[in-house]
């Protein structure tokens, strides 16, 4: 009787073998290269971030002269030393919706605040309120781009006019 001695793998096994090795090598440099992208990604966002934030603090130090010609256009310009970001600031005053409609709605509701003599003299009152805000709060958007990839980071801010004039009459 003749004895038959196996040694090593059978091409099935070598071949299950390697297409285990190869998920895990295909998952694993998947993971790595993914990984890669989103720190990329996740640092041009920091840094357009931080220069949104550093071209609201130039605008909180040194606030423009607030006024209608304001708002006709964008200021834009260049970071300096940072050729490959632009800068844009956008100003807009703020608007407040007319709220006259909402009260005259719940005025509707309780037949008691028709017939209340002081309801003219609360429209008055937050007539006044809302136009002492729009003078007072403007609205700002600033946004910084990327001319390389296009890419863009907006920040808002709402600035109070130090030149306001408030009027409670």
């Known amino acids: 009787m003749v004895k038959k ?5 059978s091409l099935l096994e070598v071949m299950f073998a390697f297409a285990i ?3 895990v090598a295909v998952s694993y440099t998947t993971g ?3 990984n890669l992208a989103q720190s990329a990604l996740m640092r041009d966002e920091v840094i357009l971030r931080n220069l949104c934030e550093q071209k609201i603090n130039e605008l909180i130090l040194n606030p423009p002269e607030f006024g209608e010609a304001l708002t006709l256009k964008k200021d834009s310009g260049k970071f300096e030393g940072n050729e490959d970001y632009e800068w844009s600031v ?5 608007k407040i919706p007319d709220i ?3 009260m005259n709605s ?6 008691e605040e028709q017939n209340d003599p002081a309801s003219g003299a609360k ?3 937050i007539g006044k309120l809302i136009k002492n805000i729009e003078e007072l709060v403007w609205q700002t958007r600033v946004t910084v781009k990327d001319k390389r990839t296009d890419f863009s980071y907006t920040l808002s801010y709402w600035p ?10």
Do not use: D
């Open 5 to 9: 001695i196996k040694n090593g793998f």
């Open 21 to 23: 090795f190869a998920a």
């Open 32 to 34: 790595i290269g993914s």
């Open 90 to 94: 956008e100003y807009a005053r703020m």
């Open 100 to 102: 006259s409609t909402l």
């Open 106 to 111: 719940e005025s509707e509701e309780g037949t």
């Open 123 to 125: 429209k008055m009152i």
């Open 160 to 169: 109070i006019n130090p030149n306001a004039k408030i009027s409670f009459q």
